[in-house]
């Protein structure tokens, strides 16, 4: 039975003696030239690819088999100028028209303007596609090995010849085999079986393994949110090539430098946190089992207080190796405090607690570095009241892709929780919800709550309040949150996709 990669490459065939035929009757066209001769390769898109840090190969595509319609990109190259403003390495641009609603022209409309590299996004199955490819102005081809199998290696070649980057596609080792075999030099892994559609994130994690040392590897497809670029980064990646989430982006520039790491970004809910940790290891035993967030409480009167700033910053680097965020929990620290330790420690996060902390707001806001993240506190009583309400000017400042309100009772680390059903929080904004929670409490919690993210501190100690974390129940606890069911009214994190958010 035909796959619809099958289809497309049936369909494209036929496009090509279109094309052939169109040419044979043009004689003087520039293609004939490229076709016939060979030019040094300026490898502009390798070179893109190669800087440090994650790479973004940003996509302008319409429509495809497997989303359906993306986003209609009237003005492409409006869409490319964004991608190229916001940070994005390379574009890549469709010019399939019949599945993915692109066409040639929308890559001669990029190449006006745009002046990073652009990857010229097709089905190729013929020389000459690459020939018309570098007369439109890309820097780069794809090839696909489900498509050319044997002959991979020959089309590696003639693109080396005709002085253009190949962007090599594989989905398994085997086809993995055939493109180093074919001294590729950038082999793209695409999660997506183009044969049944199913796109999944541990292919690219797999294959990233044997990828060979010097290839520009790149993960394509399956990136849905900042946090599948890290994670995909954290496999070995040097790009990432994504599409319909940028399309969909409300703010494409915000999503870019979210998965470059360059911006902070809310990870998937119900993002976890674990407060009141003291030392590396423990911090690292958090990350490691998946807290995205640790605390680090500087309150000099608590078991968990952190002693030093030296200690703070172990604490905070130890959680950063195993991908997990530090916060430093403050009462009433003055700003200059405040900053100095969060400079010094790294720190990632700022929870202000307390009357201190919360009346210096503003001037901790204006002088925190635009990456840190503001945590505000608002205390609830035991009976659901919230006794200390956001102020309108505190939530006006707070940035939706980067900032939390988190709920707590009014003696917080203390393990009390109070009322979840008579809790009305303000669900405009992204918010924590503590106090007393545990293993065996947190699922009740989210599904009463529906918070963004959860912090638990007493709830995974040895016995609630000593101050030593147990690491078993740390586990029980990220495994009670991940394996709580999903509820259809949950709040939803703010994802990047509308002004950065939703
Ligand atoms: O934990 C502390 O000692 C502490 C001290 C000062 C401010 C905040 C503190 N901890 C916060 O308490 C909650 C959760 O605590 P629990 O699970 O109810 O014990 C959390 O927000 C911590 O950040």
């Known amino acids: 039975m035909s796959t619809i990669l099958d289809k497309i490459c049936e369909r494209k065939r036929v496009e090509v003696a279109d094309l052939k035929r169109r040419l044979s009757q ?53 869409l490319g100028k964004t991608y190229q403003d916001g940070g994005a390495s390379c574009i890549s641009c469709l010019t399939d028209y019949e599945a993915f609603g692109g066409t040639l022209d929308d890559l001669l409309a990029l190449r006006e303007e745009v002046t990073i590299p652009i990857l010229r996004k097709d089905f190729t199955v013929d020389l000459v596609q690459i020939a018309e490819a570098i007369w439109a102005g890309s820097s780069a081809v794809l ?95 040097d790009a990432v090539l994504v599409g319909e989430s940028l399309v969909k982006a409300a703010d494409p520039g915000v999503f870019i430098q979210q998965m470059r790491g360059m911006l ?25 089992a998946g807290a995205h967030f640790v605390g680090i409480v500087f309150a000099k009167g608590s078991k968990r207080f952190v002693g030093s700033v030296d200690r703070a910053s172990e604490v905070s680097k130890a959680a950063a190796a195993e991908g997990a965020e530090a916060w430093g929990v403050f009462t009433e620290q003055s700003a200059d405090e405040i900053i100095d330790i969060v400079n010094t420690a790294q720190l990632k996060g700022v929870q202000l607690h307390g009357d201190g902390c919360r009346a210096a707001f503003a001037e901790i806001d204006a002088r925190l570095p635009p990456t ?69 409490n947190v699922a009740e919690a989210l599904a009463q709550v529906h918070p963004t993210g959860v912090d638990v501190s007493s709830g995974v100690e040895e016995t609630p309040g000593c101050g030593r974390k147990d690491p078993a129940r740390m586990v029980s606890f990220i495994e009670a949150v991940r394996t709580a069911k999903a509820s259809p009214t949950a709040v939803q994190a703010p994802t990047v996709c509308a002004n950065g958010l939703t």
């Not at 996509?59 to 986003?71: D, M």
């Not at 020959?154 to 962007?167: H, R, V």
């Not at 398994?172 to 180093?180: C, F, K, Q």
């Open 372 to 440: 840190v993240r503001r945590v505000y506190v608002c205390s609830v009583s035991e009976d659901g009241h919230v006794s200390h309400e956001l102020p309108p000017a505190v939530k006006a400042s707070l940035q939706k892709h980067r900032d939390y309100v988190l709920y707590d009772g009014v003696r917080p680390g203390a393990g009390t929780p109070f009322e979840w059903e008579l809790f009305h929080p303000d669900r405009e904004l992204p918010f924590f919800l503590a106090g007393g929670l545990a293993p065996e």
């Open 26 to 78: 043009d004689p003087s066209h520039p293609i004939h030239a490229i076709l016939s001769s060979t030019r040094p390769n300026p490898r502009r898109f390798e070179a893109a690819l190669r800087a440090p840090g994650l790479s973004v190969i940003s996509e302008v595509k319409r429509k495809s088999p497997s989303a359906g319609s993306i986003g209609a990109i009237p003005d492409p190259l409006a």
């Open 264 to 288: 902070p970004f809310q990870p998937r809910p119900p993002a976890i946190k674990i407060c009141g940790l003291t030392d590396p290891h423990t911090a690292a035993h958090a990350a490691k």
């Open 143 to 237: 090839l696909i090995v489900a498509v050319l199998k044997d002959e991979t290696a020959w089309f590696i070649q003639k693109c080396e010849e005709l002085g253009i980057d190949a962007l090599v596609e594989v989905h398994d080792e085997a086809e993995l085999r055939i493109a180093v075999e074919g001294k590729a030099r950038i082999i793209g892994v695409n999660s997506r079986n183009l044969k049944t559609f199913h796109t999944d994130l541990a292919v690219a994690e797999r294959l990233a393994k044997h990828l060979p040392d010097g290839i520009v590897k790149v993960a394509e497809s399956g990136i849905h949110h900042p946090e599948d670029a890290r994670r995909m980064y954290r496999a070995g990646y």
